[in-house]
């Protein structure tokens, strides 16, 4: 039993990290080039409850996002359109990604 609290105490650690640090051992880096500080999407409210909404995206591109899990596991995807509901989401750390047709950004938010 010690045993298993140690390692779920390790593993929250690390997790914290990759938040505070937003890096994250993902299938979503591979391959694609260093995003540049302005291309960032910023994501409100961050922690969210019911629904996501982005500050610096332009509604009238209709982007597509994909909502992960951190281990990788698709949860949500759909077309931007304001807003992105995500109340059926359980409570944890998400990876989202949003591709507008020119490039394609990352950001993290977390579910309460």
Known sequence: LTTSI?????????VHQWFDNNSFP??????????????????????????????????????RYTISDITGRVCLQGIYN???????LKTQLYLLKLDDGTKISYTKFVKL
């Open 82 to 88: 304001g807003e992105i509901d995500i109340h059926k």
């Open 26 to 63: 993902s299938c979503f880096n591979v391959g694609v080039n260093e995003i540049k500080k302005n291309d960032k999407i910023i994501v409100y409210p961050n922690p969210a409850t019911t629904v996501l909404q982005f500050k610096n995206i332009d509604v009238t591109k209709k982007a």
């Open 6 to 14: 140690a390692k779920n105490t390790a593993d929250l650690i690390k």
